[in-house]
């Protein structure tokens, strides 16, 4: 068990989505309705290592669209570029990304692979080992990172930074409206809550008892 006078909660928006924290006294009526109505993107990668290359060496991403499958987009990263190895990297969103991790990693595989023979046509090489990311179902983050839902907007950003009282602090790239989804709304969120307590500790010493 941990204690201290003040907390600051950096988790992802998912695992407040979800539940995992428990708060007592529970949290203020506003930030409960911030946290529902912000969404939680499922932007999810499947590396593809191929025994060698059979793309082209530029460009470094790729795509392919099906215009006979809704809510479906496929993009390809060229990591032979970067790394001298004959790998590619398909990064897939939204409910297809979701449907990814309900069928087994080969079922996945093949589903993406169809693509790539769209592309290249059929007698591609198969690649030799495959790996998925399923951050939906991490229960350490429940998604890949936030974003804005149809009944959501930058003001519940704002409402899910508030802190609660001068002991419950919150920061994360969820809590960051102007750079929602990214490091650098993170690491921001992050500086501007270590100064707000900073600042709160030097009012509190110059109060006098």
């Known amino acids: 068990m941990f204690t201290g006078s003040r907390v600051i909660v950096t988790v992802p928006l998912g695992v407040l989505k979800h539940g995992s924290i428990k708060f007592s006294p529970e949290l203020p009526e506003a930030k409960l309705e911030a946290i529902e109505k912000l969404g939680m993107g499922a932007l999810n990668k499947l590396v593809l290592k191929f025994s060698q290359q059979f793309w082209p060496s530029e460009p470094h991403t790729m795509a392919y669209i099906n215009g006979n499958i809704t809510d479906r987009y496929v993009e390809f990263y060229n990591w ?3 790394v001298q190895q004959p790998i590619l990297v398909a990064i897939v969103s939204g409910s297809f990304s979701r449907s990814l991790s309900q069928v087994p990693e080969s079922e996945s ?5 169809s693509d790539l023979q769209a592309m ?7 690649p030799t080992a495959t790996l998925l990311t399923q951050w939906h179902n991490d229960p350490f983050a429940y998604g890949s990172y936030a974003t804005f839902s149809i009944n959501g907007n930058i003001q519940d950003c704002d409402r899910l930074s508030e802190p609660v009282g001068e002991r419950l602090f919150f920061a994360g790239e969820a809590t960051n409206g102007k750079y929602l989804g990214t490091v650098h709304g993170a690491l921001l969120s992050g500086e501007r809550e270590a100064n707000r307590i900073v600042s709160l500790a030097r009012a509190a010493a110059r109060t006098p008892v």
């Not at 595989?109 to 692979?113: E, G, K, L, P, W």
């Not at 290249?120 to 198969?126: A, K, P, S, V």
Request: charged residues 15%; proline residues 0%.
């Open 80 to 82: 032979q570029k970067y």
């Open 109 to 113: 595989t093949q589903n993406i692979m």
């Open 120 to 126: 290249f046509g059929n007698d591609i090489l198969l």
